[in-house]
């Protein structure tokens, strides 16, 4: 570490700005943002504040002097902002009146420099990597972005505004760390962090007595469940609730589907529990989670059922939440992008298009008897794609049912495997081949779609089949 991270309070004097342009202006957004009184020298004359905000403006004066005779005095930090020579002669002078400079991409006339920062309230996260690379930096504030709650700065604030009375009430300094510890893990942290403010402050204001509130079960961490959506693979199709979820979790419920790149994401001193079934191997069955998740919130964890794609589209996460509900256990629901849309967004499938699809179905045969029990003369309308969810093995009982029913033979089908991973596969046609299809992805998890929106697809534009089905092409165009 060679450069101290301290955070300064610029209030207490005034900041000097020198130079002009938009770095001078970018200076003055974070400026303002810590409600520091600028001075200002731009020796272009450069003083607009377009783009600035009307307060920091009223902050800012403009200092018109040879920059060789500016006082220092009163000022807490320097900076220029690609001011060359004055600026650099102005640095000159801070440094060896001791005050802070920072010179904007010059870090051999520094004595500070800017981090990448994460602006919530009074909750404030800065990032350095010594000046080598702000990039890394910049990728970092956004994956710190992601993962702070929007109101941790409201939970700081309010422990900040609460810490004078209680403190005076609580004389043992670890006896105040527990109390806080409690009030931030607790109900109470919850209520701010959800944005009901008042239900915190009536929360607090309700403990008659704080010794007793770290002793007792009042307010205590309790134990909540988040059914968290994975998404179709790809770990950046997280939500940012869902990543947070994982950041936040002591136990995770998975299932075999969700991505090891997912897991990766799991806080690391959190336990990871397989509980998922694969086709051909059983899991340990719903009831058993359900039982496990339960078990979890009552012990005051905060668990996980993390599952593929999102938990409410053929995930069970239906049965999930009404046993949580039986069982009086807190929960909550994140959801995830379904393997459907995976595939739409990944080689352009068009789940829905003006005139041509005005409805979409998602319907599962896991198995052929599931096949026999579909209704196909409901999935007859041209109109309609159909995007079927374990259909692998049911593939020929799926062609047979729709050209049953009466669906060409010539419809545009796909078969979209692992869909937003590396290995992802895509094998498109016509309805006839669809069992062939099927065989032609190396194996699944694989959904199908069937519908002409398949001959707006990727795959169809880079295939013979362009030619060779021309009309379809532009039957759907
Ligand atoms: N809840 C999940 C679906 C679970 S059922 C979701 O919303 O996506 C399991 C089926 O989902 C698989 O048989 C397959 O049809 C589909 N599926 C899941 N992940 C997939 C992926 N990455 N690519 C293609 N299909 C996938």
């Known amino acids: 570490m060679k450069w101290l991270p301290v955070f300064l309070d610029v209030r207490r004097g005034s900041v000097l700005l020198v130079g002009g342009g938009e770095l001078a202006r970018a200076k ?140 005076a009430r609580i004389a043992q300094p670890s006896l ?55 998404g179709p693979g790809d770990p950046d199709l997280l939500t940012v ?74 995930g069970r996460g239906g049965e999930e939440v009404n046993a949580l509900r039986d069982a009086g256990v807190s929960y909550s629901v994140v959801p995830g992008i379904t393997a459907a849309l995976g595939a739409a967004a990944e080689f352009e499938v068009p789940l829905t298009y003006r005139h041509e699809a005005r409805r979409v179905t998602f319907l599962t045969a896991h198995k052929a008897a599931d096949a026999a029990d579909v209704d196909w003369s409901a999935l007859t309308d041209l109109e309609m794609t159909v995007v079927v969810y374990m259909g692998m093995t049911a593939a020929p009982a799926v062609r047979a049912g729709l050209l049953a029913a009466g669906r060409s033979p010539l419809t545009p089908v796909g078969v979209f495997a692992r869909v937003t991973r590396p290995n992802s596969r895509a094998a498109v046609g016509v309805l006839d081949d669809l069992p062939e299809l099927a065989t032609q992805v190396d194996g699944g998890p694989a959904i199908l779609v069937i519908g002409d929106v398949v001959a707006h697809s990727a795959p169809w534009r880079a295939s013979a089949l362009a030619h060779q089905h021309p009309n379809l092409l532009m039957a759907a165009e």
């Not at 607009?48 to 920091?56: K, Q």
């Not at 204001?205 to 007792?216: C, E, H, L, N, T």
Request: charge should be neutral; charged fraction near 25%; proline fraction near 4%.
């Open 241 to 314: 609730k869902g990543l947070r979820a994982l950041q936040d979790a002591d136990v995770v419920f998975h299932d075999e589907l969700v991505s090891p790149e997912i897991l990766d994401r799991i806080r690391r001193d959190a336990a990871r529990v397989p509980v998922g079934r694969r086709i051909g191997k059983p899991g340990i069955g719903q009831e058993a989670v359900n039982r496990l998740l339960i078990e979890a919130a009552r012990a005051g964890q905060r668990a996980v059922r993390l599952k593929g794609g999102d938990g409410y589209v053929f």
């Open 28 to 167: 003055l957004r974070i400026l303002s943002a810590a409600q520091a009184e600028v001075r200002w020298h731009a020796t272009d004359g450069d003083y607009d504040l377009a783009g600035v905000d009307p307060e920091a403006a009223t902050r800012t004066t403009f200092d018109m002097r040879d920059p060789a005779t500016i006082d220092l005095g009163g000022v807490v930090a320097v900076l220029c902002a690609g001011a060359g020579e004055v600026g650099l002669a102005v640095a000159a002078r801070a440094r060896a009146a001791g005050v802070p400079v920072n010179v904007m991409d010059d870090l051999a006339h520094s004595t500070f420099i800017f981090p990448a920062i994460v602006d919530r309230g009074d909750v404030v996260v800065a990032i350095g990597t010594g000046g080598a690379s702000p990039v890394v930096a910049r990728r970092l504030r956004e994956r710190i972005e992601a993962l702070l709650p929007s109101r941790i700065g409201d939970l700081a604030a309010f422990i900040g505004r609460w810490r004078p009375s209680i403190n």
């Open 176 to 230: 105040r760390r527990r109390f806080w510890e409690r009030v931030v893990d607790g109900s109470i942290g919850a209520e701010v962090l959800a944005g009901r403010g008042d239900a915190a402050e009536a929360g607090l204001r309700a403990i008659a007595d704080p010794s007793a509130f770290v002793g007792g079960t009042q307010g205590a961490a309790e134990g909540h469940v988040t059914l968290v959506g994975a």
